[in-house]
């Protein structure tokens, strides 16, 4: 059973830092293509970053120069650093594995992050 347990989340004001953890069990993150989400209230889930299997990076040009995506291997962990929030970046994060528009595991709870201006 796969399992995605998102953490990291939390209040910080505008130009602030955090780091998003991404822990997955049943499946091993270094042979997928995983991605973070993010949602905000009354908007449409939007992909914000990539790491492919092969360890290609990318991003949506909200984000781009300012959050960073990566993983650890050895704890099966996908990163999201994020630095200089805006308060537009406010929503609840998750990770997943994209598949075209679809996404392949069972969602997460996601973790709130939310930048105050």
């Known amino acids: 059973q796969v399992q995605l347990v998102e953490s990291g989340g939390g209040l910080v004001q505008a130009g602030g830092s955090l780091r998003l953890s991404c822990a997955a069990s049943g499946i091993i993150v270094s042979t997928k293509n995983m991605g973070w989400y993010r949602q905000a209230p009354g908007k449409q889930r939007e992909l914000v970053a990539t790491i492919t299997f092969g360890g290609s990076l990318d991003y949506a040009n909200a984000v781009k120069g300012r959050f960073t995506i990566s993983r650890d291997n050895a704890k099966n962990t996908v990163y999201l650093q994020m630095n200089n929030l805006k308060p537009e970046d406010t929503a609840v994060y998750y990770c997943?594995?994209?598949?075209?528009?679809?996404?392949?595991?069972?969602w997460g709870q996601g973790t709130q992050v939310t930048v105050s201006s």
């Open positions: 997943n594995s994209p598949m075209s528009s679809l996404v392949v595991f069972p």
